[in-house]
C-alpha cells in the first residue's frame, strides 16, 4: 500500500479551479509535515505549498502565492489544495510528499524535495483552453 494517494487533476480552462485531495495511509498527520510538489515536462520538481504538523503553519511558493489554499481534515487524515484562477503555466503532474523527520514547513523555509521520505505517483493537471 502507498504511503500516500493524490486524487483531483483533469483537464480545465484558463482562470478554472481543481482540488487535489492527498490521502496519507499511515499514521495520523500530527506525523508528518505534508507538502505538494509538481513537475513540468523537461522542468525539475518544483515545491507548491506546505502544512506543518500542528496544521497551523503553511508555506507557499510565490507563483501560487494567492491563487492556491492548503489545507487538511484530520478526521479522513486527507490533505487539499484547492487551485483557484488556474494558468496554462500550472499544468504539470501535482505530487503529495510525506516529512517524518524533524523539517518544518514555515514561510521563511524554502520548499525542497530533499525533506520528504514518501512520495504518491502524482496527479496530472492539465490547464488549456
Known amino acids: 500500500q502507498l504511503p500516500v494517494v493524490e486524487s483531483g487533476g483533469g483537464l480545465v480552462q484558463p482562470g478554472g479551479s481543481l482540488r487535489l485531495s492527498c490521502v496519507v495511509s499511515?499514521?495520523?498527520?500530527?506525523?508528518?509535515?505534508v507538502a505538494w510538489f509538481r513537475q513540468a515536462p523537461g522542468k525539475v520538481r518544483e515545491g507548491v505549498s506546505c502544512i506543518s504538523r500542528t496544521g497551523r503553519s503553511t508555506n507557499y511558493a510565490d507563483s501560487v502565492q494567492g491563487r492556491f489554499t492548503i489545507s487538511r481534515d484530520t478526521a479522513k487524515n486527507t490533505v487539499y489544495l484547492q487551485m483557484n484562477r488556474l494558468k496554462t503555466e500550472d499544468t504539470a503532474v501535482h505530487y503529495c510528499a510525506l516529512d517524518s523527520g524533524t523539517g518544518t514547513c514555515h514561510s521563511t523555509v524554502p520548499l525542497r524535495t530533499e525533506q520528504y521520505d514518501d512520495w504518491g505517483q502524482g496527479t496530472q493537471v492539465t490547464v488549456s483552453s
Open positions: 499511515e499514521n495520523t498527520l500530527d506525523y508528518y509535515t
